[in-house]
């Protein structure tokens, strides 16, 4: 048990892909979109968790092709994934 944040699935995606995320403890935690300026694109998710595992849809339908980051910050713990968006 302990925080982490998987690759999102299908990766490329084409609009929208899983990410998942497993919490051991209860966190308030942070889940964005980042573009490779570092510009923030999308929150999907900002605020309390329980401890376990989830699943978040991410649409990005509005975005250009492209690589973009996505980031979990929880209590202490941050990671980062690339996704390839490719229309």
Known sequence: SEFSLNQNYPNPFNP??????????????????????????????????QPGNYYATFDASKLTSGVYICQLIANDFISSRKMMLSK
């Open 16 to 49: 929208t892909t899983l990410i998942s995320y497993q919490l051991p403890v209860a966190s308030n935690i942070s889940l964005k979109v980042y573009n490779l300026l570092g510009q923030e694109v999308a929150t999907i998710f900002e605020g309390m968790r």
